[in-house]
């Protein structure tokens, strides 16, 4: 038993020392570490494509009879906007960070209130989430005439 346990443990070490190579091979040829090279403009508007219909999905459902359902979906929500925070803070936005930021913690809180069975609180959590979301879209983005958003010019350094 012993003697799995060390393969095992040498296979992971294997395994974070390719890891940890990798990572410094992208910032040598890029002259970024991974988390730099990270995210996209392309990538913010995957994640803002997620985010609008499960917002919409979020509100509906807490209008129901039943909001335990609505913590799932606030808690996707919540995570996807810590993906929002991470491509503001390499593009070096500290409000929109805010905002995200004020998006991700109102999600997580409509989560753990849908969890207790309190409607009320989620949907207020959940307003507020929405607040946080005009915040940002009146700053740095715009309508791209098909019914989204998309960054607007001049935004990105």
Same mark, same amino acid.
């Given at each position: ?15 974070? /020392? ?12 890029? /002259? ?5 090279? %990270? ?12 985010? %609008? ?10 209008? /129901? ?82 019914? %989204?958003?998309?960054?607007?010019? %001049?935004?990105?350094?």
């Amino acid at each position: 038993m012993r003697a799995y346990m060390a393969v095992g443990v040498l296979i992971l070490g294997l395994l974070a /020392g390719s890891c940890a190579a990798k990572k410094d091979a992208v910032a040598e040829t890029t /002259g970024k570490s991974e988390a730099q090279a %990270g995210m996209s403009p392309q990538d913010l508007e995957e994640l803002m494509e997620q985010i %609008g219909p499960r917002y919409k999905e979020l509100l509906t459902t807490l209008q /129901g009879s039943e909001p335990g359902p609505a913590a799932k979906q606030a808690q996707q929500l919540a995570e996807l906007f810590g993906g929002v925070e991470k491509f503001w803070t390499q593009h070096n936005r500290p409000d929109a960070v805010k905002w995200a930021g004020e998006a991700r913690t109102q999600a997580s809180e409509a989560a753990g209130a849908a969890v207790g069975g309190n409607a009320a609180k989620a949907t207020a959590a959940a307003e507020n989430m929405g607040a946080a979301c005009k915040q940002c879209h009146g700053t740095y983005r715009e309508p791209d005439g098909q019914g %989204g958003y998309r960054i607007k010019p %001049g935004v990105l350094k």
